[in-house]
């Protein structure tokens, strides 16, 4: 047997039984005993112990002084599977929000790091609120001191919004198509927006090529919007977070494309 199908073989065996799963999950966090597992995940007493026996025989565990640890390797292999099971998740949760969408943007970091979204919300628009979504972005920006944005199309109140936080002393740093550059810049009031500019505290770069992602980096929460396979931007859904692991996430997906963009 070569070292690809051990490899399958061992995946296979582990992601086939829940309870094996819940084991490992268990062991994962720190070293426990038969007991100490049943008191954590209420599973059988019988059913732990006879799935303990079968872990250690396929070398996935071993146990030292009455209690169980994993094997390195089986470490790897449990970590590894339940990446790949969160990502599968949140794709299914949020399949409108994936779906028919223009990806091409996301780096490949953030591709492979999409369960850092594992607590994100879901916001979409209803008949009966057709401004849910860019009233969520607007309750964001107002009650943010700074912010990092893609913006990748015109909103009349973007630059109201930009200018709130530049008169309160904010720092603005932003992703705009050359194209919208002069529209939303020269609606910000002169002074202020000369004032901040001089100080650093407005970053503005027109991008050239087309902006694919709306993003918005407040100080305590980030929110994500993506055109739709036709070209439309898609305004009746965002992810939005304010989970720390997500706003890392934002920061990365955000200075990746300044990077691939800015020239």
Request: hydrophobic share 35%; net charge neutral.
């Amino acid at each position: 047997m070569n070292f690809h199908n051990e490899i399958n073989n061992d995946i296979k065996f582990l992601a086939k039984s829940e309870i094996r799963l819940k084991i490992l999950s268990e062991l994962y966090n720190h070293p426990n005993s038969v007991r100490g597992i049943v008191n954590k995940t209420d599973i059988t007493y019988s059913s732990v112990s006879s799935n303990i026996s079968k872990l250690e025989q396929n070398d996935h565990i071993r146990k030292i002084d009455n209690q169980y640890h994993i094997n390195p390797m089986s470490e790897i292999y449990f970590k590894t599977f339940m990446d790949f099971k969160n990502s599968v998740d949140i794709i299914n949760d949020y399949h409108d929000f994936w779906n028919n969408h223009n990806l091409n943007q996301l780096s490949m970091y953030c591709m492979k790091n999409l369960t850092d979204l594992k607590d994100s919300e879901l916001i979409e628009t209803t008949p009966i609120d057709i401004y849910k979504t860019h009233n969520t972005i607007k309750k964001q920006l107002m009650e943010s001191e700074s912010i990092k944005a893609i913006f990748p199309y015109l909103h009349p109140e973007y630059p109201q919004l930009i200018e709130h936080i530049l008169k309160n002393k904010g720092i603005v740093e932003l992703l705009i198509p050359r194209s919208i550059y002069k529209a939303i810049m020269s609606k910000i009031n002169d002074k202020i927006r000369k004032n901040a500019l001089k100080q650093g505290n407005l970053i503005a770069y027109p991008v050239k090529e087309e902006l694919k992602i709306y993003l918005t980096i407040c100080d305590q929460s980030m929110s994500l919007g993506l055109f739709k396979d036709d070209g439309s931007f898609d305004q009746n859904r965002i992810l939005i977070s304010n989970n720390e692991k997500a706003q890392k996430w934002a920061e990365t997906l955000f200075e990746n494309l300044k990077n691939d963009v800015i020239k």
